[in-house]
């Protein structure tokens, strides 16, 4: 019996009710990893660098509707929702 998990990532686009969302699915289990709190832009979508202060949290899912309400009701209803529209209106902004 194995305890430690070492996933192989692989990109993956969740498309749930027309919400498309970029992010990591591991090859062998098929879990889906929540973009935000692992920070999928720098573990397998190589968007960026890994950032040195990021809070990582472990958030797999089985299915993509899981990830939806998760994302939901987490990132945007709980504590890091100011932090998100903060930055969806900054980029809204910067779209103009």
Do not use: Q
């Not at 929540?34 to 397998?44: E, G, L, Q, R, W």
């Not at 509707?65 to 969806?88: P, Q, S, T």
């Amino acid at each position: 019996m194995a305890y430690v998990w070492e996933p192989r990532w692989e990109p993956y686009i969740v498309e749930v009710d027309g919400i498309k969302i970029r992010t990591c699915r591991d090859k062998t289990t098929g879990m889906i990893a929540c973009p935000i709190c692992i920070h999928a832009a720098s573990k397998c979508l190589d968007l960026s660098k890994e950032p040195h202060n990021y809070n990582y949290e472990n958030s797999f899912f089985f299915s993509p509707v899981d990830l939806i309400i998760h994302i939901r009701e987490y990132h945007f209803r709980g504590k890091n929702a100011k932090i998100l529209r903060e930055k969806l209106a900054e980029t809204a902004r910067k779209k103009r």
